[in-house]
């Protein structure tokens, strides 16, 4: 199987079987006779299609460990000759799971067979782990569940990839039909067939629109639904996020589970990791949100700007300035065309929105000196928020006034009284590094911090209008427009050099695309859709566009790894 298209572990695969191929994710329609140990998956379109089952023995979740002992002796003893897919067995026993692990790896099956899917669905913890496990050990194998269409968005985003259609068939013979909303409103037909086709290709839009989450949680018919998300968004948060594309598009906040996306744990741990201050910062100003992105659009960002240029001249050069937001946390300004986002706004704040927020600034407000004053210009529960981060960290806080909103004149008036308190003067040389600063800040954020500094150093230069593009001795190292980056490949030797960051290593000439079976090493920072460096003898032979995580290149032995723009 070939990965084209990732969104968590979810996926859009090619899988080639002889003279076929078909994409998933996809249905299975399964002949499964386990007595005389032959079956065989088979769809009529959009080609045929066999996969051969291997002899197996069926046991069910609860069988005890002395059984299962037999049945892997058993197991270890079949000629898999002729068969290329493998029926796994969901145990409860997990200890003897790696010995299943040893046959699938020794004789290199295309899929997996997930027995008693139905049971899995109600061991929440199990049902993540398992797909996890199967995922990270084998890339390029296709994972097949049975499962009512209710579930497939939530499965293929976890990691499955195929579901069995057989006993769906039950529900044609009881004289039921789905629908869409609830497994417990039913319609007055048959459709089972037909509703699985549907949902499948609704799973396969949202994937390629790079929407699957979405689907996922508007998705959520029965309480299996919330466990088995809520355990893989807490408990394997790093699982999800490693196959999470980078964020190009707006993301919409939809729900409760909506906080806890990958999406907001990448940017937490980005803000914890990558984000440094200005070196010149003497003023820290903390502000709310703004419904319109990026926040220096909206009135209301504009309106303390205006207050800031007013009271402080050249001074403002010596400000940074946080957002404060939900559920992102802290958006340092140089970040803010990064923090594409949108959510429900209703004023009244969870626990799981507050807290992570407060710790989030409370670790940012660490890394600015300790005499550098902070004023708060905010309201409603961002107050709390800086009050929770300033007992976190025993910084003062300095709050403004606040009355009727913060943009109203008398709120904007006591800004502009508090930072009369403080004397800032900057020069020339404060401006320009300020300029070079909200460019720096968008590499750090991609590659990590200092690779800014090695895209436009000091002496770098900055040319165009519009479109920037950056210059170290006379050889361009990237472009910057509206926080949107490329880079050359001299501009990602320098980050190389500098950060060791974002490669893949390879030990050929490179001619076109990176294929996964030619990759030696890879950052494991690396996700889908990064930008990437890829590396021959510590050179920079070309750059390109991840569609693997880097931990994914190296185990996975079919299909591009790296898609290459620019050769050097």
Not at 111 to 134: D, M, Q
Request: proline share 5%; hydrophobic share 40%; charged share 30%.
């Amino acid at each position: 199987m070939e990965v084209l298209r990732h969104e968590g572990p979810g996926r859009l695969g090619l899988v080639r079987l002889g003279e076929h191929s078909f994409r998933t994710p996809v249905l299975a329609g399964v002949d499964f006779t386990l007595s005389p140990f032959n079956s065989f998956f088979h769809q009529d379109e959009p080609g045929s299609y066999d996969f051969n089952l291997a002899p197996s023995i069926p046991l069910s979740f609860y069988t005890p460990g002395e059984v299962v002992k037999k049945a892997l002796g058993r197991l270890w003893s079949v000629d898999y000759e002729g068969f290329n897919a493998f029926y796994l067995p969901a145990l409860r026993r997990t200890e003897y799971l790696g010995e299943f692990f040893k046959i699938i790896e020794r004789y290199n099956f295309d899929a997996i067979y997930l027995g008693n899917s139905k049971i899995l669905i109600k061991e929440y913890r199990y049902f993540v782990r398992i797909l996890r496990e199967l995922r990270e050990r084998f890339p390029n194998v296709m994972i097949i569940a049975d499962l009512e269409p209710f579930f497939y968005p939530l499965a293929v985003y976890l990691g499955v990839d195929a579901f069995d259609t057989r006993s769906l068939k039950l529900y044609d013979f009881e004289g039921r039909g789905f629908t869409k909303y609830s497994p417990f409103i039913w319609s007055d037909e048959p459709n089972s067939l037909d509703f699985a086709r549907r949902t499948i290709l609704e799973v396969r839009r949202a994937l390629e629109s790079g929407k699957l989450r979405y689907l996922v949680e508007n998705y959520f018919p029965t309480q299996y639904h919330a466990g088995i998300l809520r355990i893989a968004d807490l408990e394997h948060s790093d699982y999800l996020e490693k196959y999470t594309p980078i964020q190009k598009e707006t993301v919409y906040f939809i729900s409760d589970a909506s906080i806890r996306r990958p999406e907001v744990k990448r940017w937490h741990s980005h803000v914890e990791e990558r984000f440094l201050p200005p070196e010149n910062t003497e003023l820290v100003l903390l502000f709310p949100c703004s419904a319109k992105k990026p926040y220096s659009f909206s009135r209301s960002h504009t309106l303390y700007r205006k207050a800031m240029k007013e009271t402080l001249g050249s001074g403002i050069f010596k400000v940074h300035e946080l957002i404060l937001t939900s559920p992102f946390g802290v958006v340092p300004r140089e970040w803010e065309w990064l923090a594409k986002y949108d959510i429900v706004v209703t004023g009244h704040w969870a626990e799981e929105e507050i807290k992570p927020a407060a710790e989030l600034l409370a670790k940012t407000l660490e890394k600015y000196q300790k005499d550098v004053p902070i004023i708060a210009h905010l309201d409603e529960a961002y107050v709390e928020i800086a009050k929770l981060a300033s007992e976190m960290t025993g910084r003062e806080i300095i709050f403004t006034r606040v009355e009727d909103g913060t943009t109203s004149r008398e709120s904007l008036e006591s800004l502009k009284e508090t930072l009369r308190e403080f004397y800032l003067e900057g020069s020339k040389e404060d401006r320009t590094y300020r300029y070079f600063e909200n460019i720096r800040k968008v590499f750090d954020f991609h590659f990590g911090a200092g690779a800014g500094e090695a895209v436009l150093p000091d002496n770098g230069h900055v040319k165009g209008s519009k479109m920037l593009r950056l210059f170290v001795d006379n050889q361009q190292t990237g472009t910057f427009k509206d926080g949107v980056i490329s880079v050359t490949p001299f501009g990602m030797q320098r980050v190389y050099d500098s950060l060791k960051a974002y490669w893949v290593k390879i030990d050929f000439d490179l001619r076109g695309d990176v294929f996964a079976v030619g990759v030696d090493e890879a950052d494991e920072r690396i996700r889908p859709d990064d930008i990437v460096g890829i590396v021959r003898d510590g050179k920079v032979v070309g750059v390109g566009k991840a569609v693997l995580s880097g931990e994914e290149m190296v185990r996975s032995k079919k299909g591009v790894a790296v898609k290459v723009r620019k050769r050097a």
